[in-house]
């Protein structure tokens, strides 16, 4: 089931939401379009080249990129 546009939209915390470019489950550029616009406080990338396991093809890249992310919010740059 899917989130809810209001529900999407009520968020308040920091999201990183990475989307495969190349899922067979959603489109990536609709999935992130939306987010784009409805999460308050979203980072929102497409990784292109990444299927639907993208954890499974990128675990380092995908830490590296939760670990910027992380400091961002411990270090206050997230809203």
Known sequence: ????DAQLRS?????LALL?????MLDPDRA???AR?????GEI???PQ???AI??????EIAQRAARFWDGVDGGEVH
Do not use: D, I, K, Q
């Not at 089931?1 to 809810?4: N, S, V, Y």
């Not at 954890?55 to 380092?60: D, I, K, R």
């Open 55 to 60: 954890n499974g093809e990128y675990p380092a």
């Open 11 to 15: 968020l308040t915390l920091p999201v």
């Open 37 to 41: 616009n409805l999460l308050p406080h």
């Open 32 to 34: 992130a379009a939306r």
């Open 1 to 4: 089931r899917l989130f809810t």
């Open 45 to 47: 990338e497409v990784w």
């Open 20 to 24: 495969a470019g190349r899922s067979v």
């Open 50 to 52: 990444a299927s639907h």
